[in-house]
């Protein structure tokens, strides 16, 4: 995909030792856990057999939300890194997404709505009444509209790299990642391995053209009037060198949510994440426990 990904998965390949494709980590410079202590299951919501892993034991619940075309293992320096004694940490693959299949994804207009429907709908099935939400990319603002249409169950949001209306820029990111053949070959690779070249290339296309129907059918407008009844505490991530989606969203987002704040990240990328992954993870849980200023 982009080579700002590609810079980005690269390091997390040389700090992590971690093969992206085969979803195998082995350290022995830093503490976290060992992936062997994650479980795999499978829950089936509405006909939809829903693929997730979660490790912890804490009685704060956290969701974890992937963007397009992720899956759970996205999540791993935060599954394998955040305190496994405060969180039971839940990562899902969204269906037609990681290991949610059959059945293959379908992308209606209001697709993230659909996703948020499904998250909400996906935990009730646990029996978890309140969870706090991560959310990155097109899962972040999955994450936005859960919170607006679950106020009484997400108890926190963090987001990052999300946006809640589609601009001319982010067209132009679209357009240049539409056809799998243009990707960084690691990030070709790695994908190609999780979904197969055929399911890859059908569903790289299929997001895209997704992404212009909210543009084109809905004047851009993915969920602006979701914000204002967002009610639990929200924190904003913006990576400022994030080349993915325009600058602008993160303001727009703590313009227009009532109890959110915005952390700027001066070097942070789409995936800063996987870039900084110590110091998001302990951004998170200062958000996550307290709530407070938090600087990075």
Avoid at 79 to 86: D, F, V, Y
Avoid at 227 to 256: R, Y
Wanted: glycine letters at 8%; hydrophobic letters at 35%.
């Amino acid at each position: 995909m982009d080579s700002h990904i590609d810079l980005d998965l690269n390091l997390v390949l040389a700090n992590y030792k971690y093969n992206f494709c085969s979803c195998q980590i082995s350290s022995t410079s830093l503490p976290q856990r060992d992936v062997s202590v994650l479980t795999s299951h499978k829950k089936n919501v509405d006909g939809i057999d829903f693929h997730y892993e979660v490790i912890g034991k804490g009685e704060h619940h956290v969701l974890l939300i992937p963007g397009a075309l992720g899956f759970s293992r996205i999540f791993l320096p935060q599954l394998t890194g955040l305190s496994s004694e405060k969180y039971t940490l839940i990562a899902f693959d969204p269906r037609g997404f990681g290991k949610s299949r059959p059945p293959d994804r379908d992308w209606p207009l209001m697709y993230m709505q659909r996703d948020a429907e499904d998250a909400a709908q996906f935990m009730k099935s646990l029996g978890i009444p309140r969870y706090s939400v991560l959310g990155w990319s097109d899962g972040g603002t999955v994450g936005l509209i859960l919170a607006a249409n679950y106020t009484g169950s997400v108890q926190k949001l963090l987001v990052w790299g999300a946006n809640a209306y589609v601009n001319e820029q982010d067209l132009e990111f679209c357009n240049s990642v539409k056809e799998v053949k243009d990707w960084s070959p690691k990030m070709r690779d790695a994908y190609t391995e999780v979904y197969g070249e055929e399911y890859l290339t059908k569903q790289s296309k299929a997001w895209v053209h997704a992404t212009h129907n909210y543009f084109t059918q809905r004047n851009g407008d993915i969920c602006i009037g979701s914000l204002p009844n967002i009610k639990c505490p929200t924190l904003i991530v913006n990576g400022q060198k994030d080349s993915i989606i325009s600058q602008e969203h993160a303001a727009f987002l703590v313009k227009h949510i009532p109890n959110c704040k915005l952390i700027e990240w001066p070097d942070g990328k789409h995936n800063l994440h996987l870039q900084h992954p110590k110091q998001f993870n302990v951004l998170a849980e200062e958000f996550l426990d307290e709530g407070n200023t938090i600087k990075v």
